[in-house]
């Protein structure tokens, strides 16, 4: 058995085809169906099953994919102290985000991280807290941005308290308000974030025993600004979209709401050369802010 055998595999489950897994590791498809029969015939186990709507793991490849990640996350591991040995800084680092990080924060992060460490291929998985938690968990990314409340069972390094904000139409009567309670807005048109701060939110209206009177729910931070612009409702977001907001009144909640966002990962004290450069980064980066 090879790595390189290993390092298809993975592949193969992670692009769902033979195709499309050879040709990001510029292979044949022919290729990368004799080495996976290969490591079939070597552990004497069915690994995949092949059907029309693509491959899929067996009971056996699911247990084997955990120690093959081990494996190839340990190579990697490998390659990269042996470069930082050398006076270089070389590998992968898999990074999991999710939106509003994505849109907000991480940009500036990787645009530094590059000029830093040209040599350094960084991945990017985005996704909603409980799919980020589960991809770090088993392997599949090397650290990701998360909320305090999501990190159950890896370890996580805080980096700042993301409040939430009220927002409202230029035009609302509470526009000049610094401050406003929940109490203030309940029964106003409310646009719900999803995916997101949707539970701070709607745990904020159940602690004060009010329910919100919601006109819509929208996934995407910068369509819920725009529909507050237009005057459809109000709504509550994370400061950290706020960065590029016109044309809307702000007030901070009397009624005090935050996430904690940081770096997860499954153990900090095995982590690569990569992903330490990574987390220093970051972390100076955002005390700067």
């Known amino acids: 058995m090879t790595l390189l055998q290993y390092e298809i595999f993975k ?3 992670e692009s769902g085809s033979f195709t499309k897994a050879g040709d990001k590791l510029g292979l ?14 070597e552990l004497d186990l069915t690994l995949l099953k092949r059907g029309r709507s693509g491959v899929f793991l067996t009971f056996e490849g699911e247990r084997i994919l955990t120690y093959i990640r081990q494996i190839l996350n340990l190579s ?13 800084e070389i590998g992968i680092i898999r990074i999991g985000t999710f939106p509003s990080v994505s849109s907000y924060l991480l940009p500036s992060i990787i645009e530094r991280f590059h000029s830093m460490y040209p040599s350094i291929k960084v991945e990017f998985y985005e996704g909603g807290y409980h799919e980020l938690r589960h991809l770090i968990a088993s392997g599949v990314i090397d650290i990701g941005f998360l909320t305090a ?11 700042f308290d993301d409040h939430l904000k009220v927002i409202l139409p230029s035009s609302h009567p509470l526009k000049n308000e610094k401050q406003v309670s929940i109490h ?13 701060c949707d539970d701070l939110i709607k745990a904020l209206f159940k602690t004060n025993n009010l329910r919100p009177n919601v006109y819509c729910e929208i996934a995407d931070n910068q369509t819920i600004i725009a529909m507050v612009q237009k005057n459809l409702g109000i709504s509550i977001v994370p400061e950290i979209v706020m960065q590029t907001t016109r044309d809307l009144a702000t007030a901070e909640l009397n009624e005090e709401s935050f996430r904690t966002i940081g770096l997860a990962l499954q153990n900090l004290n095995t982590v690569s050369p990569a992903v330490t ?10 005390d700067k802010k």
């Open 11 to 13: 592949e193969v489950i």
């Open 28 to 41: 044949t498809q022919s290729a990368v169906s004799h080495a996976i029969k290969s490591l079939e015939a």
């Open 76 to 88: 990697e591991k490998l390659k990269q102290e042996a470069g930082r040995l050398n006076g270089l």
């Open 149 to 159: 409340e999501h990190t159950e069972n890896l370890d996580f390094i805080p980096l």
């Open 184 to 196: 203030d807005i309940a029964t106003e048109p409310f646009i719900m974030p999803k995916a997101g």
């Open 277 to 286: 450069a990574f987390i220093e980064l970051t972390k100076s980066m955002v």
